[in-house]
């Protein structure tokens, strides 16, 4: 029975890293994952855990985890078989491969079905595939940075002042600009520079639909149905945030959204939204040690943590409290159906902006 366990980037001679470590009274587990199509990266991860294997304990097993993969369980099987018949048979027996499929079960390992257990390596994949994901610029990323760094006043952009805000390639932004100019977004001044032009609703809809999609999403349930409300778990981090933890992350949703626009037409969140800029998710459980991540869609989520490309530059701190962007605000109030307050909420973005252009206040 596997008793108890440690998330870790380095095996404990520090010469091999892996992904995650199972404490466990029987021998630990060594964790390695992959999110891939390609037998190549499998075969790679497989002889980097009997490196690792080699220099550990001889009670210690070592499971490579493949999650998201187009490969068939028959493909999988193939290539566990053929490794273990090239390795040394001391070390090729410790080594498993396990799968997650659509719907979240472990597929392949005997440990698989001790709750401690899936619970822990669920959260580890969770973490480790969000992270990952996050890291990479993309032309959607640059087109949210440009409308946030608009929302924000900050004027004209150079292509270079661009790069430097998202952490994106020249290439990449001069294809975001100009999938943005053809569909009308953009101005092109004089000097190079470019400048947001007024957005619709539909384009901001649009805009933020997109935003959105470039993101991971992280739901966790309360199983006991005692969780507590949004209001307290923002409150909670807050204060967890005064004690240095989860500095990158910051409150959206409804929450954030009555931030920035206190007339939004709704009572109370039906959950707490917060935008992760590159933060891991043990925090979640000093929000409320009942929180479990899930990956059941239909289950109702009293947490969702957003990761997400934007810069944290965007973070906004206002009297010891971590707002997230107006953009991740409205991304998540698109996510659950709030249409109609997000067009009130652009509205008044949009009022505010120009009001700003000809120097009134709103």
């Not at 939004?264 to 925090?283: C, E």
């Not at 899930?294 to 109702?300: G, L, Q």
Request: proline fraction near 4%.
């Amino acid at each position: 029975m596997i008793s108890c366990n440690q998330n870790i980037k380095q095996d404990p001679s520090g010469k091999h890293k892996v992904d995650g470590r199972w404490r466990g009274a029987a021998g630990d587990i060594l964790i390695e994952i992959k999110r891939t199509n390609n037998v190549r990266d499998i075969r790679s991860a497989l002889v980097a855990l009997a490196y690792a294997l080699r220099d550990d304990a001889p009670t210690t097993t070592a499971l490579c985890v493949v999650t998201q993969s187009k490969l068939s369980p028959n493909r999988l099987l193939d290539e566990i078989t053929q490794f273990r018949e090239m390795v040394r048979p001391d070390l090729g027996h410790r080594i498993h491969l396990l799968t997650i499929d659509e719907g979240g079960q472990l597929r392949g390992f005997e440990y698989a079905s001790e709750p401690e257990f899936s619970k822990w390596l669920m959260h580890l994949v969770a973490t480790e595939t969000s992270t990952t994901s996050a890291g990479r610029s993309n032309q959607q990323s640059v087109a949210s940075t440009l409308v946030q760094l608009s929302l924000r006043g900050e004027g004209p952009q150079t292509f270079k002042a661009l790069q430097e805000a998202c952490g994106a390639s020249y290439p990449t932004v001069a294809a975001a600009v100009k999938e943005f100019t053809e569909q009308g977004f953009i101005e092109h001044q004089s000097d190079r520079r470019i400048v947001l032009k007024y957005l619709t609703h539909e384009a901001w809809l649009k805009i933020a639909r997109a935003h959105g999609a470039n993101r991971k999403v992280l739901r966790f349930v309360d199983p006991t149905g005692q969780a507590r409300t949004p209001a307290a778990m923002a409150k909670r981090l807050f204060k967890l945030q005064a004690q240095g933890v989860a500095q990158n992350v910051a409150v959206g949703g409804v929450l954030g959204a009555m931030h920035y626009f206190p007339g939004l037409d709704i009572t109370a969140s039906p959950r707490l939204d917060l935008s992760n800029y590159g933060q891991g998710t043990d925090f979640v459980q000093k929000l409320d040690a009942a929180l479990e991540l899930t990956s059941d869609p239909r289950a109702k989520a009293v947490v969702v943590v957003h990761v997400t490309q934007e810069p944290p530059r965007f973070i906004e701190h206002d009297q010891g409290e971590t707002w997230a962007s107006e953009l991740e605000c409205i991304a998540d109030l698109i996510e659950m159906g709030l249409t109609r307050e997000v067009v009130d909420m652009v509205s008044d973005l949009n009022h505010r902006k120009m009001h700003a252009k000809e120097g009134r206040t709103p």
